[in-house]
């Protein structure tokens, strides 16, 4: 019995190949280096891509913390708690990194990049 390969066969199979593929592409080949910045607020949740530029208020239980985001790195600009500590530690500009204006119930943190090889993941003496 002969089987002859009809041309929608041929087309089926190119359209699944193709949702396979695409799918795949999709779900795998994210950018190596797309870091996120994720701010987290009393009752609110921003992220944003590091690369924005961006001022935003976020309402806490003392006032409006005021976080900016420029030129891949993201700060505490100013805040209504009484020590300052968060506006003083300055700008957070890798994966991993943190800033949080505790008394305020304000957290923000870069995330999401892939580690490479040449990154340092733990160390022990």
Excluded at 13 to 22: D, Y
Excluded at 38 to 52: C, S
Excluded at 55 to 78: C, Q
Aim: hydrophobic share 45%; charged share 20%.
């Amino acid at each position: 019995m002969k089987s002859w390969v009809k041309i929608f066969d041929i087309i089926i199979i190119l359209i699944v190949a193709g949702i396979t593929f695409f799918a795949a592409y999709t779900a795998y080949m994210k950018p190596a280096n797309e870091s996120f910045v994720v701010i987290q607020g009393q009752n609110r949740e921003w992220i944003f891509p590091i690369n924005t530029s961006e001022t935003i208020a976020v309402s806490g239980p003392l006032g409006d913390t005021i976080v900016r985001l420029n030129e891949h790195k993201a700060w505490i600009e100013s805040s209504p708690c009484a020590n300052k500590t968060c506006v003083a530690y300055g700008a957070v500009t890798n994966d991993g990194q943190w800033s949080a204006c505790l008394p305020n119930n304000v957290f923000l943190v870069i995330t999401g990049a892939k580690k490479t090889d040449e990154e340092i993941d733990a160390v022990t003496r």
